[in-house]
């Protein structure tokens, strides 16, 4: 059973999950629900965009070195996109010895024989099937793709 809490602004009875938390009031949880904080500060930002324009550009001449640190740090720690990353692991695993190099293999296509030329994620790009892969010839990993018009 969850406990409920009425928003001052909407006036309807919400689960606490629907509140934001805050120390400084008593129940620990703001008075207005997450949905009506979210109109009352769209609506801000979009009657005061000058404000807002302003308030950035004073807080990064006040936070100069935490913002130049963030943006030097940026390319650094963002996470490459997730086709990226698997065709990286794989590349990786191959250099390491973990798995054969495609090129050594034959296609696993069942009507195909020629010699494979990549690796094929034929589950998804998820991390725990970075290394699910199958090797086929370009033909066939076309044809996986439905790339090609054979």
């Not at 006040?62 to 640190?69: A, Q």
Request: proline share 4%; net charge positive.
């Amino acid at each position: 059973m969850s406990i409920l809490q009425i928003c001052t602004k909407c006036g309807k009875e919400k689960p606490l999950i629907e509140f934001t938390k805050n120390p400084n009031y008593k129940s620990g949880f703001c008075k207005t629900c997450k949905a009506c904080t979210r109109i009352r500060v769209a609506k801000y930002r979009r009657n005061n965009p000058e404000k807002i324009k302003q308030d950035k550009i004073k807080w990064r001449e006040e936070n100069r070195e935490k913002y130049l640190e963030y943006h030097r740090n940026y390319s650094k720690t963002r996470r490459p996109k997730h086709k990226e990353r698997a065709r990286d692991e794989v590349s990786k695993a191959v250099s390491r010895g973990d798995i054969p190099h495609p090129t050594s293999l034959i296609c696993e296509n069942k009507n195909c024989d020629n010699q494979a030329d990549e690796y094929h994620h034929y589950k998804d790009y998820s991390k725990k099937n970075w290394l699910a892969v199958k090797a086929l010839c370009f033909k066939c990993h076309g044809l996986e793709h439905r790339i090609y018009d054979f």
